[in-house]
């Protein structure tokens, strides 16, 4: 048989990688706005005409480029910034791939005017489908124009693909805010459709924070700063009350690049846990410098993901100085149960520097995982939480104090809360109503909705699994198929991904129809149905656009769907599980959609009612 493999012209094999680059106007945006931070540029103007599809152009007064530079620019793999692989490992630029450029050039018509400023001329430099057309000197000023005209002319059917004018355009808006911010010591114009829709000078991040988002928001800001051997923080977080609805103004940037890291905004939501309402999200501006080393920022090729090696120390550091800004602005909670010294830092009042090295030592360390001994916080507050009984002898509870029978309670199941038994003395807990569980402190009584300490504990471990990717799945006999509309069935394929990380399986999935052959392991199959219903009406409320609400919604539901309800009989081993397990989680006191969860009565309260 005849050779059949041939290599693909350099146009066709640069098409196919503008690809992975270039999506859409905002993606050229973001990657021309990030080459003249790189050069340098201190004044930077953004120019778009119809939202990116007839011109996307960025002027700069940067370093420029010489003749041969802009001419080599445009091939691939070009690059001024690195030069070997370890030049990775200490990367101060925003690009780095050299592919930019000859990914937008082999698919839009570009011209490009640089100038150096030591030169007398500059070059003009016209290029379209990858193909140079002509290059001549020119008097230009110091700095790089770069015009980028009719995105995808050569490809229609990706031009058709384009969403509406108002989609592309806040689309490139998000990419001009994310390096704004970034960058308050550069100052900014953006014009569409010869209307300047932004002018930001050179300001401060305050300033320039709200130089973007209105005056009113100077008042909603909370500084947020933290330094340890680690990581700097700096930044601003939203106050609480005025956690909005949509999740549009919460920025992490590493070392000055935008990034996106689902793991961090949990550390950052967990801080305002209880402060804010259910659905709501507060702003956050927020600055994080590492050592470039521990950072792998080549995962993504449109670099807004990252790795860090010190990821799980940094949700613990990020979380406490959240907590303690919050603080600061006396809105902590008063209803911390009990401060965690290895989550909290230490923020001694002689504003001693927080010392880091228990963090750094423990790599394994899982905020989420409450059964480790070695650092995480779980075996801390275990052996606070059991300090409160000493003094109670421990008697073997025998029955239930259950004097109230209710009759529309359903039959008893037995609880599985998934824990061995633990060898330590067990605290004399009572069952009230089928509904609560009575437990005596040395300091008093306390009183636990039995229903929502579940659902915390059940919360917690789920998101416990779902974040190190072990996913508890269980096959199920008879495939369940339930009927949703092609609505319904397009909304969930959003968040497919994450419901196959809580331990779906989809034997099929499309608009004819779902199949699932695999639930998650804490799931009845009876509640599949009811539970990818309630999904559904939570994701019409809001599409959640971040990676972790998808998945904090998932859990939320799988967790109150599988939670102990009230009416279920629970032993005595159970309650005491229930007691041991839910102290042990990281916010006992409210339940995931921030309900109380157990109330307590001093002794002293007892006593004066008497
Ligand atoms: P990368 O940014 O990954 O190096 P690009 O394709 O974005 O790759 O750019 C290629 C090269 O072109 C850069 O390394 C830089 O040397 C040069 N360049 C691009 N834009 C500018 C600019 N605005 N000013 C000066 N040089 C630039
Ligand atoms: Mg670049």
């Known amino acids: 048989m005849a050779d059949v493999i041939q290599l693909l012209p350099d146009h066709v094999a640069n098409q196919i990688a503008a690809g992975e680059v270039v999506q859409r106007p905002a993606s050229v945006v973001k990657e021309l706005l990030e080459n003249a931070i790189d050069a340098e540029a201190d004044r930077i103007q953004l120019i778009i005409k119809d939202s990116g599809k007839t011109l996307v152009q960025v002027i700069d007064n940067g370093k420029g480029m010489s003749v041969t530079d802009a001419r080599l620019c445009f091939e691939r793999h070009a690059t001024s910034k690195i030069r070997t692989a370890e ?20 698919v839009a018509q570009v011209e490009l005017s640089s100038k150096q400023e030591d030169s007398e001329l500059g070059t003009l430099l016209r290029i379209e489908g990858s193909k140079v057309l002509s290059q001549t000197p020119e008097v230009v000023s110091k700095g790089t124009s770069i015009a980028v005209r009719r995105l995808f002319y050569n490809i229609p059917a990706r031009r058709q693909f384009l969403k509406s004018d108002p989609v592309e355009y806040r689309h490139i808006v998000d990419e001009f805010h994310r390096v704004a911010l970034a960058h308050p010591q550069v100052s900014f114009r953006l014009i569409h459709n010869d209307v300047e829709n932004f002018n930001l000078p050179v300001s401060n991040l305050r300033q320039r924070i709200v130089n973007i988002f209105g005056g009113k928001t100077n008042e909603k800001l909370l500084p947020l700063k933290e330094e340890t051997d680690l990581v700097t923080i700096d930044g601003f977080i939203g106050k609480p009350d005025y956690a909005k609805r949509s999740k549009s103004e919460q920025y992490f940037f590493v070392n000055h690049r935008y990034i996106r890291n689902p793991y961090l905004h949990h550390a950052l939501m967990a801080a305002y846990e209880g402060l804010i309402k259910e659905g709501t999200f507060p702003q956050y501006f927020i600055f994080l410098k590492v050592d470039p080393a521990s950072i792998d920022i080549n995962i993504h090729p449109t670099k807004t993901e990252i790795k860090f090696e010190n990821e799980q120390a940094l949700y613990a550091i990020l979380r406490a100085s959240v907590k303690h800004s919050l603080g600061q602005y006396s809105l902590s909670p008063m209803l911390d149960f009990e401060k965690d010294p290895t989550l909290e830092l230490s923020y001694s009042e002689t504003k001693e520097k927080p010392r880091m090295p228990h963090i750094e030592v423990d790599r394994n360390f899982n905020p989420f995982r409450q059964e480790q001994k070695s650092f995480s916080g779980a075996s801390k507050k275990t052996a606070s939480w059991e300090s409160l009984y000493v003094g109670i002898e421990s008697k073997s509870n025998t029955k239930p104090f259950d004097l109230v029978e209710i009759e529309d309670f359903q039959e008893e199941k037995t609880m599985d809360l998934g824990v061995e038994t633990s060898e330590q003395p067990k605290a004399e807990t009572f069952q009230l109503r089928r509904k609560y569980i009575l437990s005596q402190l040395k300091s008093g009584l306390l009183l636990i909705h039995q ?3 579940h ?4 919360y917690e471990e789920i998101l416990t699994k ?21 609505a319904e069935i397009s909304m969930l394929s959003e968040i497919k991904e994450h419901l196959e990380q809580a331990g779906f399986q989809f034997s099929k999935f499309g608009f004819e129809g779902l199949e699932i052959q695999g639930i998650p392991a804490y799931l009845q199959p009876e509640a599949v149905e009811d539970l990818l219903k309630k999904v559904l009406a939570a994701l019409e409320m809001e599409l959640p656009d971040s990676y972790f609400s998808g998945l904090d919604l998932i859990a939320k539901s799988i967790a109150k769907s599988s939670a102990v309800r ?15 397990k ?17 109330i307590s009565l001093d002794w002293e309260d007892i006593e004066n009612k008497f």
């Not at 659902?455 to 059940?458: E, P, Q």
């Open 466 to 486: 779902m974040s190190d990717t072990q996913i508890a799945s269980q096959q199920i006999i008879f495939p369940i198929n339930p009927a949703f509309t092609h």
């Open 455 to 458: 659902y915390r504990i059940r």
């Open 582 to 598: 839910l102290f042990a989680c990281k916010e006992p006191q409210l339940s995931p959609d921030g309900k109380p969860v157990y």
């Open 566 to 580: 009230t009416g279920q009989n629970l032993g005595c081993d159970e309650q005491a599980q229930l007691l041991d």
């Open 451 to 453: 229903h929502r300490a």
């Open 87 to 106: 030049d990775l490992f200490a990367l101060h630029t925003k690009g780095f791939r050299g592919e930019a450029l000859a990914s937008i050039a082999a």
